[in-house]
């Protein structure tokens, strides 16, 4: 570290998001994924400062906003776990729109201010409601979503055969009924949805080859989603929890995640263009999500989702290493 790295904690629907403001090194110029490549090969160490202990924990979230390469985008993002790199946030994309029209990023203009963020996945549109000078709820619409497999089944140790679809939300996830596993949301503690979602991602890693239609840097299994099953869109608010990066527990109900529901349920005809929906986290905090129009990812067939919740600022700080701290440099305890 050349100089303190200060940041900007937010949350969304209880997920954390540490926003890097000043102290990271200014990188190469090239296209956002060569961005997130040259990050991940020489700069990783930044991350684990940042993202674990004792500065962070385990299942801690940060943006690093880099200049963006794509016409037209506000601002682009770097996404950071206790893994590496994701290519898509939609938690963090809320968070970062109230951010941009807070710290004058984008000009504030209301009832709605737009802010274009170039993601790893491609550019995401938020939508910042304004009222009284003030930033509120933000909803984004994100790259294509599609059903990549549908009604696939694995057998898995411990569980026996389990049905699961794998979709993509600017990140490909499995997607599994809870139920199956013995689960009950409110029953069971969140480490058992943890273990048997992780179980999941493993086995379908090696079961499902990926591919996407864009770039090769996006074909990889993100996380496994757990559901309560309720996928029809009459059936009142779902349930779900997603399990990503390595075995990290997302708090809110995730935005990404939520688009690739969205985009299983429509290919499955479990819901409609404009039908609406409340996609519940297992700590109670909701997102509202529809199918906006549809499209093409490719020869998928796609959708564009909405997805809308709100962000929380929660604190800012100022961090350093100190030359001998043997710990500095980021740990955890699993």
Known sequence: MAEPLTVIDMHTGGEPLRVVTGGYPKLPKGTI???????????DHLRKILIF??????DMYG??????NLPGADLAVLF??????????GHAIMALGRYAVDYGVVPKVEPVTTVHIECPCGMVVASVEIRDGKSGGVSFE???????AGDQMIELPGFGKINFDVAYGGAFYALADCHQFGLEFGRDPARNFVDA??????AVKDAVSLDHP????????????LTDGADDWNEGP????????????DRSPTGSGVTARLAAMFAKGQIREGNARIFESIVGSRFAGFVASTTKAGDFDAITARVSGHAYYSGKAEFIVEDDDPLGQGFLVL
Do not use: W
């Open 142 to 148: 994100s790259v294509p979503a599609f059903l990549y």
């Open 33 to 43: 994924l060569e961005k997130r490549a040259y990050v991940r090969d020489r700069l």
């Open 197 to 202: 979602a992780t179980i999941l991602t493993e």
């Open 63 to 68: 943006a690093v906003l880099v200049e963006p």
């Open 80 to 89: 950071m776990h206790n893994e590496g790199y994701s290519t898509m946030c």
């Open 238 to 249: 779902t349930k779900n929890v997603c399990i990503f990066a390595d075995a990290q527990l």
């Open 53 to 58: 202990e004792p500065r962070g924990h385990f």
């Open 214 to 225: 864009d770039h090769k840097d996006l074909a990889f299994l993100y996380g496994s989603i």
